[in-house]
């Protein structure tokens, strides 16, 4: 009993130690969540300068898996006060964001984050542009503000090279004629738009994929696309008879855990971690219940890969409402998910309730990236905005993307960051940059 007891002490113990304490400086890595802080850094900067007699903290809650983060600072004429309530407040804030634990980030004018030589470098030349009033690259903040993780270590990981020999039925029901667990063998080697549709695990299967219905929903949305841009379609993945190729996939959680989570991130992820990631792909995801009141999303999925993380997006469409404007969610998600509307855009919406002060929609109706509705579903119908236009704040455009055809003699890929994260903002487009990022799903 004596020995218990003295491990259950040595228990609460360790478990007590771990946690973070006030005064404790960061020693997470991230410079993400470095530079954000100097947010907070510069607003406390400002402030003592107008309150001489105080003293002020700055603590940082970093989320190593994603990169989020969330701080606080504080002031007071007692720095234990300010220490103790800045400590407070950003645990109360980090707890409803799911940013961890809160550590000191800079106290009065002195930064006590630890970070590694390379990123401190990087880190101290962020500080003093910040410090000169001169320009830095903004685009990092109009990232996603989530990802579902993936990683390729994990046991039931499957490479997109091996789908055909691991991929098995979760229900022996499911295995019927005509129906696909793996991307089928491709019939071009150039960037492509790939189909999966998806079940929760206690789905009624309805058979969409063997039926044509996810083929006729896809076709439609390019015959219109064609249309309205006199030409252009996306390039879809097809079999060799001329057939849409849809991947099936059920996932281990029923409706109604769906129901209450981040499904499209959720279900994005399911789908990289059963094989769908391949560089020269991006998915068009078909789930068949409802979400919700929503008729699409996009998804993100964090790949922690062998040669670095890489997100990957896909545009997510709900079926459980019926299949008739279908087209329309898949067409208006997938665009999404190429990188559009960019936040630059001259009509993007003015979103006060939005992190960015936009979000990637149109503030006018009848385009079919609006959000106002409308029955035209143009696109871009004056070229001002996301397709074929002339804005030089714009580099993004999905006249360009190699994911259409035919493609263009500058194509463009997804819209990534050095860090390989995709944002809603690209103020200078780097090929080669894309390509390295593309290059480490090839694991």
């Known amino acids: 009993m004596k020995i218990f007891l003295f491990l ?87 707890n409803s964001r799911g940013t961890g634990e809160c550590f000191l980030f ?67 029901e499911d295995e019927i004629p005509g129906r696909y667990l793996f991307d089928q063998e491709d019939v071009t080697d150039d960037y492509q738009v790939h189909a999966i549709y998806i079940l929760a695990a206690d789905s009624k299967d309805k058979k969409f994929d063997t039926k044509g219905i996810i083929e006729k929903i896809v076709f439609k949305a390019n015959k219109h696309m064609k249309k309205k841009t006199k030409g252009k379609e996306l390039r879809l993945d097809l079999t060799k008879d001329g057939k849409l190729d849809v991947s099936f996939l059920r996932v281990d959680r029923t409706k109604k855990q769906i129901n209450v989570d981040d499904a499209a991130t959720y279900l994005t992820g399911m789908a990289v971690k059963n094989g769908f990631y391949n560089p020269k792909k991006i998915y068009t995801i078909f789930y068949q219940d409802k979400y919700r009141d929503e008729g699409g999303q996009v998804g993100q999925a964090m790949l922690i890969g062998d040669k670095g993380n890489v997100e990957i997006v896909s545009g997510v469409t709900y079926l459980g409402y019926g299949t008739k404007d279908s087209w329309k969610i898949h067409l208006h998600e997938i665009f999404h998910a190429l990188g559009f509307v960019q936040l630059c855009a001259p009509g993007a919406v003015t979103d006060e309730n939005s992190r960015w002060g936009k979000n990637d929609h149109l503030k006018y109706s009848g385009d079919i990236m609006s959000d106002m509705g409308g029955d035209a579903n ?36 997804l819209p990534y960051l050095k860090g390989c994260v995709i944002t809603k903002r690209l103020s200078k487009y780097s090929h080669e940059n894309s390509l390295n990022c593309l290059a480490k799903l090839e694991f």
């Open 106 to 172: 800079a106290e009065n004018n002195k930064i006590v984050w630890q970070l590694s030589e390379r990123r401190m470098e990087m880190f101290k030349k962020t500080l003093a542009k910040k410090q000169n009033n001169e320009p830095i690259e903004k685009d990092v903040n109009f990232t996603h503000a989530g990802a579902w993780n993936v990683k390729s270590s994990e046991n039931d990981f499957v490479k997109f090279k091996n789908q055909k020999n691991e991929l098995k039925f979760k229900k022996r």
């Open 378 to 413: 143009n696109i871009d119908k004056k070229n001002t905005e996301y397709y074929g236009h002339s804005n030089p704040n714009c580099p993004m455009d999905l006249k360009k993307s190699a994911y259409l055809t035919p493609t263009e003699l500058d194509p463009q890929l």
């Open 8 to 94: 259950i002490f040595l228990f609460f113990s360790f478990f007590s130690y771990s946690q973070a304490e006030i005064k404790e400086p960061g020693k997470i890595n991230s410079l993400k969540c470095a530079v954000g802080a100097l947010d907070a850094y510069f607003e406390l900067q400002e402030y003592l300068e107008k309150k001489p007699k105080y003293k002020g903290v700055v603590y940082l809650a970093c989320d190593t898996s994603s990169g989020e983060y969330s701080w606080t600072w504080q002031s007071s004429k007692n720095i234990e006060k300010a220490h103790t309530k800045a400590f407070k407040n950003c645990t109360k804030n980090s």
